[in-house]
């Protein structure tokens, strides 16, 4: 009897033990259930729905790929294709200058600290601050640069109201906000970088130039790698500065997916579901190819 | 020892999921304060009716009409509370979309070109006879042209607190002693000869994206045009009248040269306001902030007739919005009580409007524009005649069917040889396709 009760006991005082540990996770479960899994699945389920909560397979997904009849088909395309247009240029410029930057910080010139928080200060405001920053700089009449050509005679350029301008702009703005955490992540990279692989290379007669790209660079794939999976997400879900600079124009060309899934977010929940899952296995996809590289050349 | 622990750790995980299912709970509920009474005849009623009010009203004007709510709570202190949250615009309709029926408020302020449509998707309920057994409304006693918009055979879809047009406010130390202008022809005249590119002053700018939804309307009107169709929703801005009205705003930039070019939203205001433009197209709603920065330099004078060389009676129509207490659906019970409380304080608000006309509106109760109050009250007399402010067209689809075009005319003011037509063509083509979503999609 007693060697059938022992393993029981002992079973009970294991899941007692377990348990004090579930009840320290049971408030974060709780949370997380209720505003992470619970939204997930629901706003999976009311992508097949339409207006009336009736199930309709996947007739969203076929409208606003396909069916022309309806507003949202083609805003969504263009939004779609206005997001990959900004994925597609601010990436490269969101890698190459923070590299370029950590690399001029890791040398350790003069002042360096004050150029490194100083860079990465814009990291640190909100958007709307940004915005409001730049509209007073770019504006037409009433913007710093506008003045400024005004002063040399030039003619007025429109910053925010026309192509390729507005596009530059966005860029410049996001640049600027949020290259410095890249440059952290790259320079935190550079540190790491043994400096006698450096003195190596010095004996052996080689360039500052070609130690960046022989030594410098594959040493910092790593870092490198993670930098472009974060960025492309990030730039994916561009947002606010285009809907607060530009307001998606001139003409909706630089109206990006996001804003097309928030235009239809309370009137159709169920189109703007079925967007922002479309969007969210594009990204899933291509961060799916990125891993698969990176795994590549580990490998 | 250790299994009471176990047992009172038990008890916390219970007492966490019930706060965690209480949260959910809150979300539910929306506060209802318990009534006692009213539906039952003879028994005896106490308490205080709570009424929730959202409203998008911002700015300077949320003081005035915070006062006045608070009038209102003061002389039915004990019976009705009203409480108040606002909201900008985007967020309180929103919120309303997002919150109806479950947690909406009681009464909601919506603009009066979105009423049928909120009515059509069942955000609001018709005030209809079951609410007048305490105290009646009379829709006769309201500005006609905006309240004919609201009637429906059930009753009418809400009672207008003021119609809101947009006025032509001018800096008196420019404008000097010349003769104020009647029509387009003589505006133009005089804001040329106040332009003063050199030193950076203008005559008239004007943003090519706000308040353009308000100018080319009321070029629109005053060209003899239409939004829409009433009936239908569809487009009928593709017109003569619409492609002269797009024209004009066009010129007042290209053939003019009184505005700067590509001016963005509130930059125009921003000039104005710094003393660099003579006259200045915006909503009354800026009247209070405008009186501060500007004191007496500050000159009003209606739109009518002022974006049109016509003279006939079309001409003097000036856009308007309206903000209308309209109802909202709710899963809560509506209780006689507070049908009777909704009246009486929809009724209260318009017979006090007239303090309504210190923040610049002016009141849609036809008793309150007679009050010495509106009367005294600092410029409101200037919009010019009330009768010809043109509230938006009675449509179901009126913002898929028409707000499309704005967008387009923004692409005609940016170009001095903008196609006009071929833009108002592409902004039909959109805005028919817009209908069609909005009923099918």
């Given amino acids: ?299 | 020892m250790k299994l009471k622990k176990f047992w009172l750790s038990l008890a916390a995980v219970a007492m966490a999921a019930a706060m965690s299912l209480s949260l959910v709970a809150c979300g539910e509920g929306g506060g209802e304060e318990p009534e006692k009474g009213g539906e039952n005849p003879g028994q005896t009623v106490t308490g205080s009716v709570s009424l929730k009010l959202w409203t998008p009203v911002t700015g300077a004007d949320l003081t005035v009409f915070n006062r006045m709510i608070t009038r209102f709570n003061q002389a039915y202190e004990g019976q009705i509370h009203v409480d108040h949250q606002s909201n900008v615009r985007d967020t309180h309709y929103n919120n309303l979309k997002n919150n109806i029926p479950n947690n909406g408020p009681d009464i909601a302020i919506i603009h009066s070109q979105l009423v049928k449509n909120y009515a059509e998707k069942e955000y609001i309920v018709p005030i209809d006879d079951s609410f007048f057994t305490k105290e009646t409304i009379d829709p006769n006693g309201y500005q006609q042209n905006v309240m004919s918009t609201l009637k429906t055979e059930d009753g009418v879809l809400g009672f207008p607190l003021d119609v809101h047009p947009i006025v032509l406010y001018y800096n008196k130390s420019i404008v000097g002693d010349n003769p104020l202008p009647k029509n387009f022809t003589e505006l133009m005249t005089l804001a040329q000869k106040l332009t003063n590119s050199s030193q950076g002053v203008w005559g008239l700018p004007i943003s090519t994206l706000w308040p353009t939804e308000f100018t080319y309307t009321t070029a629109l009107y005053q060209e003899g045009g239409e939004e829409i169709d009433t009936a239908t929703s569809q487009p009928k801005f593709n017109s003569d009248a619409g492609a002269a009205a797009a024209e004009h705003l066009r010129d007042i930039i290209y053939k003019y040269k009184v505005s700067p070019e590509n001016l963005g939203t509130d930059a125009d205001l921003q000039l104005f306001t710094t003393g660099k433009a003579a006259f200045h197209i915006q909503g009354c709603w800026q009247l209070s902030s405008l009186m501060e920065i500007f004191g007496d330099d500050l000159g009003v004078m209606s739109l009518s007739g002022m974006l049109t060389d016509k003279t006939d009676a079309a001409s003097k129509y000036v856009m308007a919005r309206s903000h209308v207490f309209c109802v909202a659906k709710t899963k809560r019970a509506l209780s006689q009580r507070k049908k009777e409380a909704i009246v009486t304080f929809i009724k209260w608000m318009g017979e006090n409007s007239a303090e309504w006309s210190t923040a610049g509106q002016i009141p849609a109760f036809n008793a309150a524009r007679e009050s010495d109050t509106f009367k005294n009250a600092p410029y409101v007399s200037l919009y010019g005649d009330p009768a010809n402010f043109r509230t938006a067209a009675s449509a179901t689809y009126f913002e898929s069917g028409y707000e499309t075009v704005f967008q387009y005319v923004t692409t005609i003011m940016k170009s001095a040889d903008s196609d006009i037509r071929g833009e108002l063509t592409k902004a039909e083509e959109e805005a028919k396709r817009a209908v069609s979503t909005e009923m099918y999609g």
């Fill in chain 1, 1 to 299: 009897m007693e060697s059938f009760e022992k393993p029981v006991l002992h079973k009970l005082t294991v899941f007692k033990k377990q348990f004090y540990g579930f009840l320290f996770a049971v408030p974060f479960l709780a949370i997380f259930a209720l505003f992470f899994i619970y939204p997930f699945f629901s706003g999976i389920a009311v992508s097949f729905t339409n207006r009336k909560g009736e199930w309709v397979g996947f007739q969203n997904y076929y409208n606003i790929l396909f069916n022309k009849d309806f507003v949202y088909q083609s805003d969504f395309l263009r939004g779609l294709g206005n997001t990959l247009l900004f994925v597609a240029i601010s990436v490269p410029l969101l890698i190459v200058i923070p590299l370029f930057i950590a690399i001029l910080l890791d040398i350790k010139p003069a002042g360096y600290k004050f150029f490194r928080a100083l860079l990465f200060m814009p990291t640190v405001f909100s958007i709307s601050a940004v915005v409001l920053m730049w509209k007073r700089v770019l504006e037409v009449e009433t913007g710093f640069v506008d003045a400024a050509l005004k002063a040399m005679g030039m003619s007025q350029i429109d910053f925010l109201g026309s192509q390729p301008w507005a596009w530059i702009s966005l860029f410049v703005v996001t640049v600027w906000w949020t290259m410095g955490t890249n440059i952290v992540i790259l320079g935190a990279g550079l540190k790491n970088i043994d400096k006698t692989v450096y003195e190596a290379a010095a004996i052996d007669g080689a360039s500052y130039l070609k130690t960046v790209f022989t030594i410098t660079l594959p040493l910092l794939a790593g870092q490198i790698v993670v930098v472009l999976i974060m960025t492309i997400l990030a730039s994916f879900n561009i947002y606010g500065q285009p809907l607060l600079l530009t307001a998606g124009g001139p003409e909706r060309t630089t109206q990006v997916a996001l804003m097309v899934i928030v235009s239809n977010l309370f009137d159709r929940p169920y189109v703007a579901a079925s967007m922002a899952l479309l969007l969210g296995l594009i990204m899933i996809a291509i961060s799916l190819i990125q891993a698969a590289f990176a795994r590549r050349r580990n490998d």
